[in-house]
Nanobody, 122 residues
Framework: QVQLVESGGGLVQAGDSLRLSCAAS????????MGWFRQAPGKEREFVAT????????AYADSVKGRFTISRDNAKNTVSLQMSSLKPEDTAVYYC???????????????WGQGTQVTVSS
């Protein structure tokens, strides 16, 4: 049974930093591309960042490029999202996802975590 468990969300002020983590189990972690998505109230879930199975290739949404960094530790089966210079518009539930297909679309990911809330106050 595949499980993805996010942690690290919380309430921060604009300009602060926050680090999200996702612990994976039940899958061959180093065979999967990992991604972070987010969903704000009343909006669709959107792509944030992705990292290839070996960690060599990353990609980001334009809205977070230069502020967020995705990384992974295949020895610990974890993926992280370091977020800095947070803005109120970054407020959302953040989801960790695993998939074998390339790309930034939700359809490319087979497994999803339950999400962790990030709230950025102005």
């Amino acid at each position: 049974q595949v499980q993805l468990v996010e942690s690290g969300g919380g309430l921060v002020q604009a300009g602060d930093s926050l680090r999200l983590s996702c612990a994976a189990s039940g899958l061959t972690f180093n065979s999967y591309r990992m991604g972070w998505f987010r969903q704000a109230p009343g909006k669709e879930r959107e792509f944030v960042a992705t990292i290839s199975s070996n960690g060599a290739v990353t990609a980001y949404a334009d809205s977070v490029k230069g502020r967020f960094t995705i990384s992974r530790d295949n020895a610990k089966n974890t993926v992280s999202l370091q977020m800095s210079s947070l803005k109120p518009e970054d407020t959302a539930v953040y989801y960790c996802a695993a998939g074998r297909l390339p790309g930034m679309k939700r359809e490319s990911y087979s497994y999803w975590g339950q999400g962790t809330q990030v709230t950025v106050s102005s």
